[in-house]
C-alpha cells in the first residue's frame, strides 16, 4: 500500500441497518415525498409470505403500490425496459427494488428509462444519464450482490449474449434498508451462493489495484465475517445472529467493491452469465477458488492477509486453500457441472479479458490465462 496515493469515497446511499427495519419501509417513502410506489422484484420473493404483508403496510399508509416481478436472473435488457414501461405508465414517484442483485440492478436502469426513455445499453455511456432518475428504496433480500449500496447495474444484451454496467452515483439507491431477518427464507442453494458472491467481492476488492484504505479495511472485515459465518448459515439458517453477520459483510463488501473494483473472477462470471444464463453468485463460487490460484503469486501478500482475517493461518497459499475448502463445505456445484462445451472456453476467455474489470484485477490476466483458468476448473 502506497499511503501518498490520492483516493476520493463517496456513499450516496443513506443505510437503515436493522432486524425488522423493512416493516419500516412506508416511513421512507414518505420521507422521499412518494405516494405512489413500483416495487420491482422476481417471482420467488413477490411469492413470500413477508411480501404480502409489507405490501399491505404501504397501502395501509395509503399509498398507491404496483407490482412488477417479471424481473429474470441476470436481469435482461427487455426486464429494465418493462419495468420503466410499467413506471412511466403508473406514474410512479418511487422505486422499491426488492430481492437480490436482479431487481436492484433491474430498478437502477428503470429508473432512467422512467425519466428518459430510451434503450437501457443508451445508458452504458454515464454522460447520457440525466441528473434526476427515479429515486429507488432498495431492500435486499440476499447476502448477498451489495448492490443495494452500488451505483452499478449489470444486464444482458439478449441479442448479443453479453453482461454490459450502467454505472453512475446517480442510479446509487437513497436509502437501503438492510434487514436480516429477510434473509432467513433463502434455502442453503442461495445462501451458499449468495454468500460466496459477497466473499468474492471482499476477495477482489482487496486484491484489486484500484484498491485505497477504506475499501481495503471494509473488504477484510467482509471476509472475516463471510467465511467464519456462512458455513453455519448453509447448515442451519434460523440463527438470526450468523444471517445478520453474513449480511453485514455482505453490505461492508459491496461498499468496498464499488469504491475499489471486482476482478477476475467476476470477469468469467459475467461471460458465463451472459452467453450460458449461469446465475452470478454461483458462477463467481464455482470460479473463485481456481482464480485466486492462478493470482496467488501476483498477489502474495494481499492473499496472505486475506487468509489471516478468514482465519486460515499464515501465507497465501492457506488463504486459497481455505476457500477451496470453504467452497465445498457450502455444497457449491462443480464447474463442469455447467456442461460449457470446451469449444467455446477461448470465446469466454476473450469475453473475460476484454471485461473493463480485468485491468483493475492482480495481475491483469490475458485470454490465455483466463484459458489456462478454465481448463484448470474443467480439469
Ligand atoms: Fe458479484
Redesign the pocket.
Known amino acids: 500500500m502506497v499511503f501518498t496515493a490520492p483516493f476520493s469515497f463517496t456513499l450516496p446511499t443513506t443505510i437503515e441497518y436493522g432486524a425488522g427495519i423493512s416493516r419500516r419501509l412506508p416511513e421512507f417513502c414518505r420521507r422521499l415525498e412518494a405516494r405512489r410506489i413500483l416495487v420491482i422484484t422476481d417471482p420467488g420473493v413477490s411469492g413470500l409470505s413477508w411480501h404480502a404483508a409489507l405490501m399491505e403496510d404501504l397501502r395501509g399508509q395509503g399509498m398507491a403500490v404496483e407490482i412488477f416481478d417479471a424481473v429474470e436472473p441476470n436481469p435482461k435488457d427487455r426486464n429494465a425496459a418493462a419495468a420503466g414501461d410499467a413506471a412511466r405508465a403508473f406514474g410512479a414517484e418511487v422505486l422499491v427494488a426488492l430481492g437480490g442483485?436482479s431487481p436492484m440492478d433491474c430498478a437502477k436502469v428503470a429508473a432512467i428509462l422512467a425519466r428518459q426513455g430510451g434503450r437501457p445499453r443508451d445508458y452504458e455511456d454515464p454522460s447520457r444519464i440525466g441528473p434526476s432518475p427515479l429515486p429507488i428504496l432498495a431492500v435486499p433480500t440476499t447476502a448477498g450482490?451489495g448492490s443495494e449500496v452500488t451505483f452499478g447495474a449489470v444486464i444482458t444484451d439478449t441479442a448479443e449474449s453479453f453482461k454490459f454496467t450502467v454505472k453512475s452515483p446517480r442510479i446509487a439507491p437513497r436509502f437501503a434498508l438492510v434487514d436480516p431477518v429477510l434473509t432467513l427464507s433463502m434455502p442453503p442453494a442461495l445462501t451458499a451462493a449468495t454468500g460466496m458472491?459477497a466473499l468474492?467481492?471482499a476477495v477482489e476488492a482487496y486484491t484489486s489495484r484500484a484498491a485505497e484504505p477504506i475499501s481495503d479495511a471494509l473488504a477484510l472485515h467482509a471476509a472475516a465475517l463471510i467465511a467464519r459465518r456462512l458455513p453455519r448459515v448453509v447448515e442451519k439458517g434460523d440463527d438470526l445472529e450468523d444471517r445478520a453477520a453474513v449480511l453485514t459483510g455482505s453490505l461492508l463488501a459491496g461498499i468496498a467493491f464499488s469504491h475499489s473494483d471486482?476482478g477476475a473472477v467476476?470477469c468469467i462470471?459475467e461471460a458465463l452469465g451472459g452467453m450460458y444464463d449461469i446465475p452470478?453468485?454461483v458462477a463467481?463460487a464455482v470460479c473463485l477458488p481456481g482464480v485466486m490460484r492462478h493470482c496467488r503469486d501476483a498477489a502474495e501478500e494481499r492473499y496472505a492477509r486475506l487468509g489471516a482475517a478468514m482465519g486460515a493461518g499464515e501465507g497465501a497459499e492457506a488463504a486459497v486453500a481455505f476457500v477451496e475448502g470453504l467452497a465445498r463445505r457450502v455444497g457449491l456445484p462443480d464447474f463442469r457441472s455447467f456442461r460449457i462445451p470446451e469449444a467455446d472456453f477461448p470465446l469466454v476467455a476473450d469475453k473475460s479479458a476484454a471485461n473493463g474489470s480485468n485491468r483493475n484485477n492482480r495481475p491483469p490476466l490475458t485470454a490465455g490465462d483466463y484459458r489456462a483458468i478454465l481448463a484448470a476448473l474443467n480439469g
Do not use: R
Request: aromatic share 0%.
Open positions: 442483485g450482490t458472491d468474492t467481492h471486482v467476476h462470471a452470478h453468485g463467481n
